[in-house]
């Protein structure tokens, strides 16, 4: 097959940046799902600590409020990062995954609570 000079494995070139860029976008995708994925385990735990406490400060569960959002935060694999009470409402910040850590927050008390 005839050639212009010069040209000789330009296909091969494009090939090779075709498959890297491909790459890139496949890593990139993959670190966006597992930062999802870490983000909902996150706001699970979150949830679950804050309902935890919340229902130790109505005195629905025995002991610290603070010390059950703990234990709970743990057993979903995540690190209590704050926890707040005003009254009977639990305000808790919890952190979890390994290589990417994501921070979340939540809310919880009695109905009707503000």
């Known amino acids: 097959m005839w050639c212009p000079k010069g040209e000789r494995g330009a296909g091969s070139v494009l090939a090779v940046a075709v498959l ?14 597992v930062v999802a994925v870490e983000g ?11 309902l935890a406490a919340a229902d130790t400060a109505s005195g629905l569960v025995p002991g610290i409020p603070c010390d059950t ?8 694999d995540a ?3 704050a926890c707040a009470l005003e009254g009977q409402v639990a305000l808790v910040t919890v952190e979890a995954g390994a290589r990417w850590p994501v921070r ?10 503000p």
Do not use: C, I, K
């Open 104 to 113: 979340s927050t939540a809310r919880a008390g009695p109905p009707g609570s």
């Open 69 to 76: 959002a703990l234990r709970v935060a743990r057993a979903n």
């Open 79 to 81: 690190a209590l990062q």
């Open 20 to 33: 890297a860029v491909v790459t890139v976008f496949a890593v990139a995708l993959a670190v966006a799902s």
């Open 40 to 50: 909902r385990r996150a706001q699970a735990a979150a949830d679950l600590a804050a």
